[in-house]
């Protein structure tokens, strides 16, 4: 007989290929002295620097047993992130020039940064000593931040819990701001020497023989990122996007659409948000500063332009692209040889729409759309039945505004799904680091990006339990209401399950107690059988009337996205986006995908600005002769 299938709760499923991320388990706190964390942070570096220079024969010994070095692009051209000793002294071992980080040293510049008595944990019983980090390596200069604690196992000694590295910048190919910023004029006699706007009007067209180095599809905040970074560092790029304007990808959704991240979280590379911004961004606002970021920013972008085809040509290692574009109602084709292409459509793919759903063709409401697609109810509704497949985001705004506007409205909840309220969000996970009090966003992503995700579902499991805590009111009311709710994968929270899958949340800023107040109904735990002409028959029988039907159901993987556009062949090449890989880093995201010359990049604002620094040195390293698409 066939052993039953495991059924997995749904809070815990993971992508496809994508392996589980056990938690962290904290050392056993020592008890505590009073210690002069500089002091302690010195003596680590040195010891740290004398295992570098000499050959590291002894470096396990300075991280505990249970330990985490996450680097980024400093030991290697990748990303990693190695658990215990072992693990640690195996890389170092295997770099036969020696460590490609030459030296640490402690970055006291800032009071947040400076060697200084800290927690590991979220609960705050976990006590050790942390500290910004300065690092130079053998191409150039990074930022890093250790934590240490005692180990009870030997006499007490300081031993890195986790340790971060980053590389910044490479020596000889820094950004071209602060010091290093364009003159901005130009002393000559000739007579035709051109002005600010006609080099500009000269870029952005691809005028003469220039050409793209790297082509970016896609203008939301991931490619004004990508694109922002490239060219600080010299590199010329290309946007293609196939909405008529700059910010369309945000502006063309849902009427009531806001930002369920706070400003503070938000910042784009090299140009914050002014302090007058609203904490919660509506979509139509963050449209128009994308229009004004690409301008001051001096981005080349074509609009309303597709690929119509693309070949990737493995001997010469560049791209052959055909563009078409259309300009005030006519077409014109362009081609160009990119050296890479970045895929910046979204960190998910195509829209998830069930189409196979007996009887969808039937309907004969008034919509049945995917939530993509959704762009406002119709005002005087009098009555009429909205039904919302999904129970997230989107599906919560959309439910809102329906009501908002007169309809009857039910939301199809067919698992569980995530809460929190976006206050419980801010004053948990958010304070004091981005908040108004907070570190400035280059110190605060530091902090953020150097704990290893095995330490943030460690520490996210403690903080959820609190804002379950303070949202136990909300909560109790959903239940009552019939809402099934979970607590992210293993009890991790949204932010982990934002990493895990992609989605299965809500961060509430309103909709909830709609719910919990009978306004906005719930079906709950059923699946979709058939669509009758006015209505929706559930597995159990039951029988739903439905004037509009809206299926907030998600995206497919952005590896769909690359098949649509660049073909089967590219596709199966890459590798599985989003999740993690066996080190818990996120899957051929902001690195290398499998396919030379080809990246994949997206996320939120946040995600956005910090990897865009790395995949951008990535591309100038590759194209200075510094790394190899091949290195490890």
Avoid at 191 to 202: I, P, Q, T, V, Y
Avoid at 315 to 341: C, D, F, M, Y
Avoid at 357 to 383: T, W, Y
């Amino acid at each position: 007989m066939a052993a039953a299938a495991v059924q997995v709760p749904s809070c815990n499923r993971m992508l496809p290929g994508s392996h589980a991320l056990e938690p962290v388990h904290y050392p056993k706190p020592v008890p505590s002295t009073a210690v002069n964390p500089e002091v302690v942070v010195t003596d680590w570096v040195n010891l740290f620097n004398k295992q570098v220079h000499g050959g590291g024969s002894s470096l396990a010994k300075l991280f505990l047993k249970s330990s985490y070095w996450r680097d980024l692009l400093c030991l290697t051209w990748d990303f990693h992130t190695l658990n215990g000793p072992e693990k640690i002294a195996s890389l170092f071992k295997t770099q036969s020039s020696g460590c490609r980080i030459k030296s640490l040293a402690i970055d006291g510049t800032s009071d947040v940064g400076k060697p200084q008595a800290a927690s590991v944990n979220f609960n705050g019983d976990v006590k050790g000593v942390q500290s910004f980090l300065t690092l130079d390596t053998d191409v150039g200069r990074g930022r890093g931040l250790v934590r240490l604690l005692q180990d009870p196992k030997d006499n007490g000694k300081w031993k890195a819990f986790t340790l971060f590295t980053a590389l910044q910048e490479m020596e000889g190919y820094e950004e071209l701001n602060g010091e290093r910023r364009p003159i901005g004029t130009e002393r000559s006699s000739r007579s035709d020497r051109k002005n600010w706007k006609e080099k500009r009007l000269a870029e952005e067209n691809l005028e003469g023989d220039l050409q793209p180095t790297v082509l970016i599809v896609g203008s939301g905040q991931g490619g004004l990122s990508a694109a922002a970074r490239l060219k600080q560092l010299g590199i010329t790029s290309l946007i293609v996007d196939l909405n008529p304007c700059v910010g369309d990808n945000w502006r063309n959704r849902y009427h009531q659409l806001v930002l369920h991240d706070a400003v503070w979280y938000d910042h784009m590379p090299y140009l914050n948000f002014p302090s007058n911004w609203p904490i919660f961004t509506p979509k139509d606002k963050l449209a128009e500063w994308f229009e004004i970021y690409a301008k001051v920013m001096e981005l080349n972008i074509w609009c309303s332009t597709s690929i119509t085809a693309s070949n990737w040509d493995e001997t010469a290692q560049s791209w052959t692209v055909e563009l078409e574009s259309n300009k005030n109602g006519s077409k014109e084709s362009r081609t160009i040889h990119p050296r890479h292409i970045i895929q910046a459509t979204g960190a998910s793919g195509e829209p998830y729409f069930p189409s196979n759903i007996e009887g969808i063709a039937d309907f004969r409401g008034g919509r049945l759309v995917h939530s993509s697609k959704f762009d406002g109810p119709q005002s005087n509704a009098n009555g009429k039945n909205a039904v919302i497949v999904g129970s997230c985001n989107s599906a919560h705004d959309i439910a809102q505004d329906y009501l908002e506007h007169g309809y009857k409205v039910t939301m199809v909840q067919r698992s569980s799904t995530l809460v929190i309220t976006s206050q419980s969000l801010i004053d948990v996970t958010m304070k004091g680091l981005y908040s108004e009090d907070g570190p400035s966003v280059e110190d605060a992503d530091l902090i953020n990006y150097s704990i290893p995700n095995a330490v943030l579902k460690r520490q996210h499991t403690e903080c959820t339990r609190e804002m379950m805590k303070r949202d136990a009111p909300i909560l109790r009311g959903l239940l009552n209401a019939g809402f099934a709710l979970d607590s992210g994968p293993d009890a991790s929270g949204l932010m982990m399950k934002y990493l895990h899958r992609g989605g299965g949340y809500y961060i509430d800023v309103g909709a909830s107690q709609l719910i919990a107040d009978g306004k906005i109904k719930i079906k709950q735990g059923q699946e979709i059988s058939r669509i009758n002409a006015h209505s929706i028959t559930f597995a159990d029988g039951v029988e739903l009337e439905a004037d509009e039907i809206i299926f907030a159901t998600g995206y497919q993987n952005m590896r769909e996205t690359a098949r649509k556009i660049f073909g089967d062949e590219l596709a199966e090449r890459v590798g599985d986006v989003w999740g993690f890989d066996e080190e818990g880093e996120t899957r051929s995201m902001w690195r290398r995908s499998g396919h030379p010359g080809f990246w994949f990049f997206g996320g939120n604002l946040a995600l956005c600005r910090y990897y865009s620094r790395l995949l951008a040195l990535q591309i100038k390293a590759l194209e200075v002769g510094l790394m190899k698409y091949e290195d490890v």
